[in-house]
């Protein structure tokens, strides 16, 4: 969903939490690059159409949940996501990004270094002040 979508909402904690994403989603795409998965850093795929972008494709663009999905309901906790490619949200499976991080280290997969940087990038976000969101956002 992007910023115009979630503005036409009637005001509320819904809307201010689509409007939040919406700001992560794109303060993400602006510091990593827009057509990059900001935990492996290869080019992604928009995909157009279910002939245009088959499941096995790992390269297309797939949202990826900053917080595992059943904690949503269990916990209470607000569901927050970024774009990531497909293998990548694939491979992170049920685990928020810093549970996802201790196995890629172990494995000495080479995301690791992206995927720490990445945590490093949302723990900052999350400080910062609603203004300073938006003008990370629009940048």
Request: charge should be positive; proline fraction near 5%.
């Amino acid at each position: 969903m992007r910023m115009r979508d979630a503005l036409k909402e009637k005001p509320g904690a819904r809307r201010e939490e689509r409007i939040f994403n919406c700001q992560l989603a794109d303060a993400v795409e602006n510091h990593f690059g827009r057509d990059r998965c900001p935990c492996c850093r290869n080019m992604m795929v928009t995909p157009r159409g279910r002939k245009q972008a088959p499941r096995t494709r790992r390269d297309c663009r797939t949202m990826a949940h900053l917080n595992a999905r059943w904690l949503d309901d269990a916990r209470g906790v607000q569901r927050h996501w970024i774009y990531a490619c497909r293998g990548c949200n694939a491979d992170q499976g049920h685990y928020d990004f810093r549970g996802w991080l201790h196995p890629l280290k172990h494995s000495g997969d080479p995301r690791a270094v992206y995927v720490a940087e990445l945590i490093a990038f949302l723990d900052n976000w999350r400080t910062l002040a609603p203004d300073a969101r938006r003008r990370l956002a629009l940048w």
